[in-house]
C-alpha cells in the first residue's frame, strides 16, 4: 500500500500540471461579436498551419494603401474535418473572408474563406451567427 503522502503529492502534481495548460489557452474577449460579420477581399500574403491555431496573412488595399489583416482559424486537426489542407491557401491566392473582428488592430477570428470559382472552405471559428452556404449568398449581403 502507497503511504498517503504520496497520492496527494500525485493528485497536487496532476493539478499544477492541467493548471498550466488551461491557463495558456486563451478567450475570445478581444473580438467583438456584438457586431455583424466583416467581409474582405485581398490576397493571401501567408498561410500558417500551426497549433494552436492556423494564422492567414491577408494584404486587403484601401485608401492609404495595403493593410495586412490577421485572421486567426481553427487548428489544424480541426480543419482537416472540415476539408482544408497545409496547402488550402496559397501567397497570391485572391480569396475573401467573413470573420469576426477585432476590438482593435487589423485582426479577426475567420469564419469562412471563399475562392473567385466560388468555392468555399469553412474554419469553424466564430460560428457564433450562423453560417453562409455559398459565395452567391455573401453577394447579396454586399448588395
Known amino acids: 500500500m502507497k503511504p498517503k503522502w504520496a497520492s496527494s503529492f500525485a ?38 498551419w500551426q497549433n494552436p491555431h492556423t494564422l492567414l496573412l ?14 486567426e482559424l481553427n487548428n489544424p486537426g480541426n480543419l482537416v474535418e472540415l476539408g482544408w489542407t497545409h496547402s488550402s491557401l496559397r501567397p497570391g491566392d485572391e480569396v475573401t473572408v467573413t ?8 485582426n479577426g477570428i475567420c469564419v469562412d474563406v471563399f475562392f473567385p470559382n ?18 452567391d449568398e455573401l453577394r447579396q449581403l454586399d448588395k
Open 11 to 48: 493528485l497536487v502534481a496532476g493539478l499544477v500540471m492541467a493548471g498550466g495548460s488551461v491557463l495558456a489557452h486563451h478567450g475570445a474577449v478581444g473580438y467583438d461579436y456584438s457586431v455583424p460579420r466583416k467581409t474582405l477581399k485581398g490576397k493571401v500574403s501567408q498561410f500558417t
Open 58 to 71: 491577408l494584404d486587403v488595399e484601401d485608401e492609404k494603401g495595403v493593410v495586412v489583416w490577421t485572421m
Open 99 to 106: 470573420f469576426n473582428p477585432a476590438k482593435s488592430k487589423p
Open 118 to 135: 466560388g468555392r468555399k472552405l469553412h474554419s469553424s471559428q466564430g460560428c457564433v451567427q450562423g453560417n453562409l452556404k455559398s459565395f
